[in-house]
């Protein structure tokens, strides 16, 4: 075990081992519950605890007395077998993964959720899905979605592709939340599909009592077999277990770093309220399934960046990214699109030497406009392009995508500014703010 100093002394003091169960006492709390590892470079103050409920703690042990209840070793997950013989009668979904919390379990190493279940797990895990589909099942990638790149987009992409290709009538990609709109972005861009394509996740592993993996994965696969034949993600709709929602792939955003009703449809409605059983339609404007042929185009530019504009800002940073060979430039301008006066000559700059600098607002909600204030005039008059209501993420990807397809700037900006994906609204409604609150 990793544990040292003084933990380590508390533990073997009781002949304790990792994955031992124990009762901990202290002066006004007794904890019950599985001995789970630590990092190397974790203090000695504390051991680490797994409750019955699920949840890990960490007890400071200074005044704490510890007794073996239970000698237990690494617990072994044997899933039963899943009868996986195809009905000619219900249509067929596959489902890849990509690794993340939904495709995740618990490491009782370390007490820390790894990507481990590859697709045909989750198919074992939730045998309702075989209701309602027949399941493919495959891994692509196995990793954690922080690590997620734009070359994973283009193998996401054409794993994608294959699976349509070879005659699926629905796909679910599992992935990770923390970059999940980025990925919905980048496959809105790079696919027309005919049929749906929904990505999901979970903001709760499948060990916590409170996970949201079984619903949201039934709710994907209900939705894979929907008419809405478009990159859309789907996600529990509130904190119960009740109801999903059907993001647009371009016009949605993780807003909360746990609840489980993190993703939110921005400047949109969402496009339907699903259940396992049933989907509700709440905006009728989507493509529908077998409207458009299939095709992939998976070119990226991966240097591009993402620059948040702030009090202060130094034109350096700009400065830097032109210098080390970056192709486009997404700002997250403050307010209706704008950043500092300071900024302006090094973005003109960046417009002569050919470098796209588009426009969006860290507010989210409503749109760039840049012929109100002066700043935005001058800026207009630098070359920015403003990108109406596009969230600053999809924007990103966005000029990923468009810088794999052309270099050219004039056919640049065209793209940019154009809707391609659904990403571009002509116009914004109140009722898309009110509709965050709950």
């Known amino acids: 075990m990793s544990y040292h100093g003084s933990a380590r002394k508390f533990l073997e003091s009781a002949s304790i081992d990792v994955g031992d169960t124990v009762r901990v006492e202290k002066p006004d709390v007794t904890y019950e519950g599985m001995v789970l590892d630590r990092a190397d470079d974790a203090d000695d103050r504390h051991i680490v605890l797994k409750l019955k ?75 309702e899905l075989l209701d309602m589909a027949n399941i493919r099942g495959k891994a692509v990638l196995n990793i954690l979605s922080e690590n997620m790149k734009p070359e994973y987009w283009v193998e996401t992409a054409r794993a994608v592709y294959r699976e349509i290709d070879a005659g699926a009538d629905g796909v679910v990609v599992a992935h990770g939340t923390d970059t999940m709109h980025y990925t919905s972005a980048a496959l809105s861009f790079m696919l027309k599909t005919p049929v749906p394509v929904v990505l999901t996740g979970a903001q709760r592993s499948s060990d916590r009592p409170s996970s949201d993996a079984s619903l949201n994965i039934q709710c994907s696969v209900r939705a894979a077999t929907s008419d809405i034949a478009e990159v859309t993600v789907c996600m529990h709709a509130t904190m119960d277990d009740l109801t999903c ?75 830097w990214h032109l210098e080390r060979g970056y192709k486009g430039l997404v700002m997250e301008g403050t307010g209706l699109g704008h950043c500092p006066d300071t900024l302006i000559p090094v973005l003109r700059e960046a417009h002569d030497m050919g470098v796209p600098v588009a426009m969006t607002s860290q507010c989210l909600n409503g749109r760039v406009n840049m012929n109100v204030y002066s700043t935005g005039r001058r800026l207009l008059q630098a070359g920015v392009i403003p990108c109406a209501d596009m969230l600053p993420e999809v924007a990103y990807v966005k000029m990923c995508w468009v810088l794999g397809q052309t270099s050219e700037p004039g056919r640049v900006r065209e793209m940019m500014m154009d809707n391609i994906a659904g990403e571009i609204k002509d116009r914004t409604s109140i009722a898309y703010f009110r509709g965050l609150i709950r």
């Open 53 to 127: 409920n699920g949840y890990n703690i960490g007890v400071e042990i200074s005044d704490a007395k510890i007794e073996l209840i239970e000698r237990g070793s690494e617990p072994k997950i044997e899933l039963p077998p899943v009868d996986v013989s195809e009905d000619p009668n219900l249509p067929d979904v596959s489902i890849i993964s990509t690794g993340g919390t939904v495709a995740s379990i618990i490491d009782y190493r370390t007490g820390a959720v790894h990507p481990a279940f590859t697709a045909d797990d989750l198919l074992r895990a939730n045998p």
């Open 245 to 319: 929602h059907l993001h647009r792939g371009v016009k949605v955003r993780k807003m909360h770093t746990s609840r489980r009703d993190t993703f939110r449809s921005i400047n949109a409605l969402p496009l339907a309220e699903v259940t396992p059983g049933d989907i509700k339609i709440l905006d009728a404007d989507y493509r529908k399934r077998g409207s458009a042929e299939l095709e992939l185009h998976d070119r990226v530019e991966e240097r591009v960046a993402l620059i948040k504009s702030y009090p202060g800002m130094s034109p350096d940073i700009i400065e």
